[in-house]
């Protein structure tokens, strides 16, 4: 097998550099003779040889589209699917669906076998190249500097160890979080107790993804985190919006969280407050919904300021609090999967960017997009359990991220952020409310009052900046 450093090394002898990604390819797919045929077929004047220049591959859509895609359809996550929380029992069903899910998408790009079978034969592998496919039980790191790591699959469990000398899949390595799912070839040791690991591969997308345009005209608007009710909501910045949503060609609106600033959600919070009253705070939202032209379909989803329940999925906000939302606004789970006229957006709050950002290395509130790209990676919004993202165990994993949207959207950082990764184009959008004093103690520059703009035919996004 050849080493990350040898084929970049390789296509450079032929006068070529290379995106990471098809340097990848080629390690999954294990064969150098690819290297020669790449740069045989590459046009002249190409700069760097990506994806699209690796001869056979195809570019691969993720999921049926039909010819008369609907409008607006809610495909994952309206309202009442999610169940209540049952208890423990079901923990044991969530982790192996998510093993299940994630280990399926591992297995397209790497043959594995059970750990069971290197624990049960060690000197049958000890000193080969084995593959294994596990869940992250644990991560550590040595005295040494090292990263060990045990991960667990249906059959039995084995600790791994990435040395930090091992540059190529050692940064990788130290962004391994909690409960994620991971391929990794390495070679057994003589006791059949630890695992050396080359190369770690992850769900990830696949470098062929092609995400699906509309076919017709259509404009989706996206923002987040309104906080009505806060005393640092943008009223003017949000009357700005209003305005020049009168005459904007949109079709859609998605609200991704923290509608209202809630009560109780932080302690001292009713000093910070306007509006005292959460029924109150959902009909003034309500108000400032029937002011948007009813021709603008609406999706609002909660957040962990809302009033319904922290674990994710997060159900849709009761009727009771939203009786006085306009007949256009579509009240939905978190998270949601919808569908734009054959757009796929997968709409989530983002409370997970506070464990994200704590657990990998050079991470920043700053930079969200960043963030995106490691959930996409991952194919996971959330991967900690029982951290600071209340995650609630049933059956299925909701959390995993399948089928591929064409758009991410988040919001909770407050932090504008746009990315896009593999073909997937992700967007934090940000708040309404100015820095709250919390905010100043953790030293978080918000970016408020923006709306992203995003055109389903080009997937070409612009920002609108209403502060
Ligand atoms: O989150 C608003 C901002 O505050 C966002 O940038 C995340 C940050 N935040 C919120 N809760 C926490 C905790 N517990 N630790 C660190 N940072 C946090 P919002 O959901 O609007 O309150
Ligand atoms: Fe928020
Ligand atoms: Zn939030």
Redesign the pocket.
């Known amino acids: 097998m050849l080493a990350n450093a040898e084929i970049v090394r390789r296509f450079l002898e032929l006068k070529h550099q290379v995106h990471p990604d098809v340097v990848s390819y080629i390690r999954e797919q294990d064969d150098p003779s690819l290297i020669d045929r790449i740069a045989a077929a590459v046009p002249d004047g190409t700069l760097v040889i990506s994806a699209e220049h690796i001869p056979g591959l195809k570019k691969v859509r993720d999921g049926t589209r039909f010819l008369t895609n609907p409008e607006l359809e809610i495909i994952v996550g309206s309202a009442g699917t999610t169940g209540s929380v049952t208890g423990h029992e079901d923990a044991v069903h969530y982790f192996r669906d998510r093993y299940n899910q994630l280990a399926s998408m591992v297995r397209g790009r790497m043959t594995a076998m059970p750990i069971e079978a290197l624990a049960k034969s060690p000197h049958r592998y000890r000193d080969e190249e084995c593959s294994i496919i596990g869940m992250v039980a644990e991560t550590r790191t040595t005295a040494k500097g090292h990263r060990l790591v045990e991960l667990e699959d249906p059959t039995g469990s084995i600790r791994v160890l990435f040395n930090k000398g091992r540059d190529e899949s050692f940064s990788e390595a130290e962004k391994i979080l909690p409960d994620e799912v991971l391929g990794v070839r390495g070679k057994l040791s003589n006791d059949g107790g630890l695992l050396f690991a080359d190369q770690l591969t992850r769900p990830d997308i696949p470098i062929n993804h092609a995400p699906f345009r509309s076919d017709r005209p259509g404009k989706a608007i996206m923002i987040s985190?309104v906080?009505v009710g806060s005393d640092t909501f943008l009223n003017e910045a949000w009357n700005r919006f209003a305005d020049w949503l009168q005459d904007s060609d949109a079709a859609y609106l998605l609200i991704a969280g923290?509608l209202v600033d809630g009560i109780g959600?932080?302690p001292g919070q009713e000093n910070e407050l306007t509006i005292k009253n959460i029924y109150e705070q959902y009909d003034v939202f309500a108000e400032m919904l029937r002011d948007l032209p009813s021709r603008i379909q609406i999706v609002v989803i909660p957040?962990?300021?809302d009033v319904v329940r922290m674990a994710e999925p997060q159900p849709a906000i009761p009727a009771e609090f939203t009786e006085k939302f306009p007949a256009n606004c579509t009240v939905a789970e978190n998270p949601c999967l919808l569908n734009l006229q054959g757009v796929r957006v997968l709409m989530y709050h983002g409370?997970s960017?506070?464990d994200m950002i704590g657990l990998i290395p050079g991470a920043s509130?700053e930079r969200p997009g960043e963030i995106m790209d490691e959930m996409l990676k991952r194919r996971l919004l959330a991967s900690p359990y029982g951290m600071?993202t209340p995650i609630a165990a049933m059956k299925t994993d909701r959390l995993v991220i399948d089928p591929l949207p064409e758009i991410l959207l988040t919001g909770?950082?407050?932090?504008c952020g746009i990315t896009r990764y593999r073909g997937v184009l992700g967007v934090n959008a940000g708040?309404w409310?100015s820095q709250?004093s919390?905010?100043k103690q953790?030293n978080?520059h918000?970016t408020p009052a923006r709306a992203f703009v995003v055109d389903l035919q080009t997937l070409q996004t612009e920002v609108m900046d209403f502060s």
Request: aromatic share 16%; charged share 20%; hydrophobic share 25%.
């Open positions: 985190d906080h923290d959600i932080y957040g962990n300021h409370r960017y506070d509130y600071r909770h950082v407050h932090i708040t409310q709250t919390f905010q953790m978080i918000p």
